[in-house]
T-cell receptor, first 113, second 116 residues
Framework: NAGVTQTPKFQVLKTGQSMTLQCAQD?????MSWYRQDPGMGLRLIHY???????DQGEVPNGYNVSRSTTEDFPLRLLSAAPSQTSVYFC????????????FGPGTRLTVL | AQKITQTQPGMFVQEKEAVTLDCTYD???????LFWYKQPSSGEMIFLIY??????QNATEGRYSLNFQKARKSANLVISASQLGDSAMYFCAMRGPTGANSKLTFGKGITLSVRP
């Protein structure tokens, strides 16, 4: 199993550009989520999904869109990048039916100039 | 709403000694889970240990144990026999009941440095 994979690992954007961060998991997990990590802030939830076709907002959803067309994939779209979106982005997946931990991808370091 | 508080400044411990990392939480849910994650300098998030709110015994995973005091709403991580590889950022997190509350709420983290 590859676990949770994220691409790209690093990305530099200019203000106003759009892009999609890719996330995939091969563990057949129902639950997937996106977090951003900023210095001194811990991880904050952006969006999450409890199954294909179902998504919901987290703590900091503004400026981001998600969709979940398959169990495996959960892409995060930045519609018009802003410097405030410079961060490290983590995708995670887990089983919704148990109270166990989520598995995290390796992260994407995004810089918006 | 769920809240996790980690207020310790950077922690230092001598190799082979034990260290306790503090975590307090707040929630109105009766059923919840508590987690600790390790983030080394390489950046990945590594799941360490889990404690369910109805578990009567403290969770243990190798050198990691979770000191769960429900009445005090604390879930401290104890690392025994510290190793140099334990130097990392440690995050406490919680989730509510299954379903829509599956999301994790994280604390701001604690930096642990292990001295040789």
């Amino acid at each position: 199993n590859a676990g949770v994979t994220q691409t790209p690992k690093f990305q530099v954007l200019k203000t106003g550009q759009s892009m999609t961060l890719q996330c995939a998991q091969d563990m057949n997990h129902e639950y997937m989520s996106w977090y951003r990590q900023d210095p001194g802030m811990g991880l904050r939830l952006i969006h999450y999904s409890v199954g294909a076709g179902i998504t919901d907002q987290g703590e900091v959803p503004n400026g981001y869109n998600v969709s979940r067309s398959t169990t495996e994939d959960f892409p995060l779209r930045l519609l018009s990048a802003a410097p405030s979106q410079t961060s490290v982005y983590f995708c995670a997946s887990g089983e919704q039916s148990t109270m166990m931990g989520q598995f995290f991808g390796p992260g994407t370091r995004l810089t918006v100039l | 709403a769920q809240k996790i508080t980690q207020t310790q400044p950077g922690m230092f411990v001598q190799e082979k000694e034990a260290v306790t990392l503090d975590c307090t939480y707040d929630t109105s849910d009766q059923s919840y889970g508590l987690f600790w994650y390790k983030q080394p300098s390489s950046g990945e998030m590594i799941f360490l240990i889990y404690q369910g709110s109805y578990d009567e015994q403290n969770a243990t995973e190798g050198r990691y144990s979770l000191n769960f005091q429900k009445a005090r709403k604390s879930a401290n991580l104890v690392i025994s026999a510290s190793q140099l590889g334990d130097s990392a950022m440690y995050f406490c997190a919680m989730r509510g009941p299954t379903g829509a509350n599956s999301k994790l709420t994280f604390g701001k983290g604690i930096t642990l440095s292990v001295r040789p």
